[in-house]
């Protein structure tokens, strides 16, 4: 089963592969054969409901980096499961869709690998145990989500959003690593199967609060809390395809995912049931709000995703069981009527050529089964029987409704969002149906099967998910529940509701829905006029955070490249001295000084006069060849240190070196001016001299530092006893460069390599530069030339 598991996880980023070659085989129609890959990966997670629904746990994976006790590693619990159902499940739909949708598209082909890359990243994500794992496929959604949401890509607006979107996430993915890096520090704990069952390690810690906000910000930028919700909208750039996938069942939840992954560990302390509660019914009543403004059928469903996620936050964080267990059921339902109805608006778009609400009318007849999938999804939103968007609602105010002022402000909240979304939800599937068919509609209907077989499957999927409540109870809803909560939780809701509140506060949704509805051009007027007056946003916002951040850049780019060699320099070796003094003296760790040996053989002393003739006659030459040969005599005076120490193998190297170098420069220095050009002031030499003077005088404390500490003898040994046994080599130092540090000694003689091929270039480009010069100059002077 673990095989089968990984080989499954793979499937989609196997099937991206091949799904150009099968689209152009194939056309539109290779939907039908790449729609196989969700259905089996669907198929695979099915088969661990009797299992999953039992309580019990499915687990697997290998060891990836076993010194860092990093795994390649998977669980699936009930949460894990329903959101790889909902994943596959829908995705199966949605590859269908995009046949029909993109029917024609001259990179369609290249469309499936992106949406196959996205399903293949999410399933990864809800299926992670170890961290690493998780994060990696956390970006990947992220890095593939912008390839989606920027696929036309010749389009401003569609770049526009979809670098947005990356930013944004891709900053919270930032956080979340943090976050996860914390986490294992203070448990020592690289798994999240481990982790949950870890009750208290992380809310008793004294870090349990930088963990909380790390933890919040990846969770609330992937999941469009406000006022981090302007990405979401702005993704509709997307084809309705992307829109549908990402609106439903994958990337806006996964932030949902990661909170309710983590409520066991982290919830229950009162800035949990604080912060998640005031953010998710802001995120609510915000989102609705600007869906009442829209007429885009495709951003008024964005919006009401943002209030969504939003009402999925504030449950969660509630702290109730019965808000945990309508949480769990709001994410199925909103995942079934809000995937149906982008199809919808897709479809309508697709056939009636535009999206706007107040030009669409009278399609009803024209697009019969679109339409009945729309009103049944509507219903659903709106929280009506017999879908199971009612049984959602019902259990919202279930888990609302208690004693104390805070649980009554947050049943309000619920109850103008959901009339709200009542209202967006009926404005969507009843106002481009109803009325008096235009005649520029007239070419509309329900278009082929690809079209509409994906809203039709979710519609009546809602209405046999709440028939079979019981069924759908015990093998999805509690299990899920039970994983979120992190211990037993009942949930036995039904279409025949008990009389009490829940039903009380659900009937008053109903009449202030159907009243804000008869009302919503007004509505929409009122909040155009407030839009208008406030003026900003965090869309406005987000623009001008980079422009300064671009102006930011270039002005640091100026300070810092300022294009001149001799500041790079002076920088490179200032940062170097500090560097090494400051952790010297503020830890204490100077070096002693030495004391002079009593007996200095006399060719010591000699080579050593040698070395400072050589560095005398470098700081005084006149001109630069001068320069490089006295600059020569330094190497060689090492080289002939390291003979007298017993090192002939190194001084050879050295000679070898020293003699090239001042060839190959000399060389290159026969191209240029030799002449003096040192036209620094005073004040210049002697800032240079200092920085010389200190740096110089870092490295020695440096050096006598570490020529003062107890000799590590662990390396040496290692290569003598191994050279032979591993090498098959006698000479130490050869054996290491070759083999023990071959990839890096192939990438010395490779920067080597870059270095003359560099130097060989710039001699061409001086050489003829140089000639152009002369030939304009004088270009009868032949000799010159």
Sequence with gaps: ??????????????????????????????????????????????????????????????????????????????????????????????????????KGHEHLGRFFSFILMFMGSMLGLVVSDSFLMFFVFWELTSITSFLLIGFDHKREASRRAALQALVVTGGGGLFLLAGLLLIWNVTGISELSLLLHSHGALADSPFYLAIFVLVLGGAFTKSAQFPLHFWLPNAMEAPTPVSAYLHSATMVKTGVYLLMRLNPVLGGTAAWET???????????????????????????????????????????????????????????????????????????????????????????????????????????????????????????????????????????????????????????????????????????????????????????????????????????????????????????????????????????????????????????????????????????????????????????RVIQSGRMEFYMKVTFLLLIVAILVPMVLFDELPAMPQWPERVALYELSIMAIAAVGLIAVIFARDRLTAIVSLGIQGFAVALLFMLFGAPDLSFTQFMVETLSVVILALAMTRLRLTPTDHRPIGKRLSDVTISVVGAGAFLLLLLKVTQMPFDLTLPEFFSNYSMSIAYGRNIVNVILVDFRGTDTWGEIAVVMVAGLAILSLIRISTKRAAAAIAANDPNDEERR
């Design 275 to 557: 912060v998640l509660p005031i953010f998710g019914g802001a995120t609510l009543i915000v989102g609705t709000l600007l869906a009442v403004r829209q007429t885009d059928l495709k951003l008024m469903l964005a919006y009401t995703t943002v209030s969504s996620l939003g009402l999925l936050v504030m449950l969660t964080g509630f702290g109730h069981e019965k808000a945990v267990a309508a949480a769990v059921l709001y994410l199925v339902a909103h995942s079934m009527f809000k995937g149906a109805l982008f199809m919808v608006a897709g479809g309508i778009d697709h056939e009636a050529g535009t999206r706007d609400v107040t030009k669409l009318g009278g399609l009803m007849s024209a697009m019969p089964i679109t339409f009945s999938a729309a009103f049944a999804s509507a219903f659903s939103m709106a929280g009506l029987p017999p879908l199971f968007g009612f049984l959602a609602k019902e259990e919202i105010y279930a888990g609302l409704w208690q004693p104390g002022a805070w649980p009554l402000l947050l049943t309000l909240v619920a109850i103008v969002g959901n009339g709200l979304m009542f209202v967006i939800g009926f404005a969507v599937a009843l106002k481009p149906f109803l009325g008096e068919k235009r005649q520029e509609f007239s070419h509309a209907h329900d278009g082929p099967v690809l079209l509409w077989i994906g809203p039709a499957v979710l519609a009546v999927l809602s209405l046999l998910t709440a028939l079979f409540s019981g069924l759908t109870h015990r093998l999805i809803s509690i299990p899920m529940a039970m994983a979120v909560e992190g211990e037993k939780v009942s949930v036995y809701i039904s279409l025949i509701p008990p009389i009490g509140i829940p039903l009380l506060l659900s009937g008053i949704t109903i009449v202030f829905g159907i009243v804000a509805y008869r009302n919503l051009e007004r509505m929409r007027a009122a909040m155009v006029a407030t839009l208008e007056t406030i003026g900003w946003g965090p869309d406005k916002g987000f623009d001008q955070f980079i422009r300064g951040t671009v102006r930011l850049s270039f002005a640091v780019t």
């Design 1 to 102: 089963m673990p095989s089968t598991t990984l080989f499954v996880l793979l499937l989609p980023f196997l099937a991206a592969l091949f799904a150009p070659a099968l689209t152009r085989l194939f056309r539109h129609n290779a939907a039908w054969l790449l729609a196989i890959v969700p259905a089996v990966i669907f198929w695979h997670f099915a088969t661990f409901l009797p299992e999953i629904s039992n309580g019990e746990v499915v687990t697997g994976g290998y060891r990836w980096i076993p010194a860092f006790n990093v795994n390649f590693s998977w669980f699936v619990d009930g949460l894990s499961l329903t959101f790889a159902l909902l994943i596959s499940g829908i995705g199966v739909l949605i590859v269908l869709y995009s046949g029909g949708y993109l």
